[in-house]
């Protein structure tokens, strides 16, 4: 008998992945929380009936989301991450040893658990002792946090809907760019243009945020997995500009071993597309 996982992308979009067992299945206080065994991206891990990573491809989401800022400013030394419950952008994180300290704010504490029971490889590092872990509400984490207590804000939710509506809104980007240092950056998981339901999440991101920050940018990656294959990602600097910023050198100093981000992408991966041009130019009403 054949087992698939199936997500709707859209009412007439399927995307499906053949799988060879469920390895565990929670309900959580707010979340159904799944484990799948598949044979051709391992294990995958999905929120409510949607997939939030697999092994095979989720290096690709979480070098994007943390190298990008890293290799633009290297004096971070303070990060936030609000979601990102599987581990991965704390791993990528931990490899920069100049880093002091990393705060997590997830609120579900068995994804955390699940993770790292099932998901080691992402998960890995959360038991780093530079790592301290909130199970709290992040928009009221960071609605709380002093003035300027963060270099870098990372926000790894889930799409804008449940228990990731919040970290989509005015009042949330507005306390983000309060917590952020005078040269503070904010990354978040930009949704896509490909099909309008995302569109409409990442136009209504994109201006709200576009009210706070000096530079607001978007850039992509393409990550099979997720919604059209074509992934985008928002940069939000006080200071700071990716595209000139970039300290190419220093970073490729460090010796860090990717398996998709380099400096050559980072340059590139700002040059988009025109109907992702044409969608932030949009006005949100």
Not at 16 to 26: A, E, G, N, P
Not at 71 to 97: F, S, W
Not at 155 to 179: M, W
């Amino acid at each position: 008998m054949d087992l698939w996982y199936t997500e709707n992308h859209t009412d007439d979009v399927q995307f499906s992945i053949k799988v060879d067992r469920q390895l565990c299945t929670h309900q959580s206080e707010f979340q159904r929380i799944d484990i799948f065994e598949s044979k051709e991206f391992g294990r995958i891990l999905t929120l409510d009936g949607y997939l939030m990573v697999t092994e095979k491809d989720e290096y690709i989401y979480h070098e994007m989301i943390t190298h990008v800022p890293l290799a633009t400013n290297p004096d971070i030394k303070k990060v936030l991450v609000v979601g990102g419950g599987d581990g991965g952008t704390v791993r990528e994180l931990c490899r920069y040893n100049h880093i002091e300290k990393i705060d997590m704010v997830e609120i579900d504490e068995m994804v955390v658990s699940v993770c790292k029971e099932f998901l080691p490889k992402l998960a890995c590092s959360l038991d780093d002792k530079r790592v301290t872990i909130y199970y709290e509400d992040g928009m009221r984490f960071v609605r709380n946090a002093p003035d300027s207590q963060y270099d870098l804000i990372i926000v790894d939710s889930t799409d804008p809907f449940g228990v990731g509506e919040g970290l989509f809104t005015k009042e949330f980007y507005g306390n983000c760019f309060r917590a952020l240092t005078d040269d503070g950056i904010l990354v978040n998981q930009h949704e896509s243009t490909f099909y309008d339901s995302y569109a409409n999440s990442m136009k209504r991101a994109h201006s709200r945020i576009k009210e706070f920050f000096s530079t607001a940018l978007v850039y992509q990656a393409h990550i099979p997995t997720y919604p059209s294959g074509h992934w985008l990602f928002g940069f939000a600097s006080k200071k700071y500009d990716p595209r000139t910023d970039l300290k190419a050198d220093w970073w490729n100093s460090l010796g860090l071993v990717t398996q998709y981000y380099n400096t050559i992408l980072h340059t590139g991966c700002f040059a988009i597309p025109n109907n992702v041009r044409n969608t932030l130019r949009e006005t949100y009403k």
